[in-house]
């Protein structure tokens, strides 16, 4: 697709729900990034993947919190046992290749609302 | 770890500058700026590597002080378009993963 790609975009979940977020990264590219942004504040990091291989997830909060990406494309974030804290925005980012290079750009989606009640 | 933004909010009339700061406790590899509107996703608006600076677009530039680990954007002749928050993000190593500031929200009124 044109760019990334994240669904549901708005999603209430009761306390003690499990939710899945997906998201859908830009055609070929290899590195996914899970961020989590609380109202008024900047994203925080979650998780990172490298193709299907999560390389870093030492920003997920708890062991609620899973994400995966099997066949190193799509990717969903699982979260289990839902808490009113888990209430955020929940950004997937994409970028080409692997780190940074001159020029290489991190693509944001437009991210998931959960809301825990 | 977390880059610290400066200020946190300014207003400007149209046609007005503004400079937005960013300063880490840690040597940067690179930093990424980003604006993000209410309800939409970070925009990427330019990367400064280690050794460079890059210029943007519009009148949208940055620089970016390896030594003080400080990156500061400049917008000059604003435009009600560019309000909206604006995000600094770090880069501690070739790895991709950006950690980012609390944020600068940006108000341009006519």
């Known amino acids: 697709g044109a760019g990334v790609s994240q669904s549901p975009r708005y999603k209430v979940a009761k306390r003690g729900q499990d939710v899945a977020l997906r998201c859908d990264p830009i055609?070929?590219?290899?590195?996914l990034f899970w961020y989590q942004q609380a109202l008024g504040q900047g994203p925080e990091f979650l998780t990172y993947?490298?193709?299907?291989?999560?390389?870093?997830k030492s920003g997920l909060p708890s062991d609620r919190f899973f994400a995966e990406r099997p066949e190193g494309s799509v990717s969903t974030l699982k979260i289990q046992r839902t808490q009113q804290e888990d209430s955020a925005v929940y950004l997937c980012?994409?970028?080409?290749?692997?780190?940074?290079?001159?020029?290489?750009?991190?693509?944001f989606g437009e991210g998931s609302w959960l809301t825990v009640v | 770890q977390q880059p610290v933004q400066s200020p946190q909010a300014v207003i400007l009339r149209e046609g007005e500058d503004a400079v937005i700061n960013c300063s880490s406790s840690?040597?940067?590899?690179?930093v990424h700026w980003y604006r993000q509107k209410h309800g939409e996703a970070p925009v990427f608006l330019m990367i400064?590597?280690?050794?460079?600076e890059q210029k943007g677009h519009d009148k949208i530039s940055a620089s970016f002080n390896e030594k003080k680990q400080q990156s500061s954007l400049y917008l000059t002749a604003s435009q009600l378009s560019y309000s909206g928050t604006y995000f600094c993000g770090t880069e501690k190593n070739q790895g991709g993963k950006l950690i980012f500031g609390q944020g600068t929200e940006l108000s341009v009124k006519p």
């Open positions: 980012a994409s970028s080409l290749v692997v780190g940074t290079v001159s020029g290489n750009t991190i693509y």
């Open positions: 993947f490298q193709n299907e291989a999560q390389l870093d």
């Open positions: 400064l590597l280690k050794g460079g």
């Open positions: 840690k040597a940067l590899y690179s």
């Open positions: 055609s070929g590219h290899v590195s």
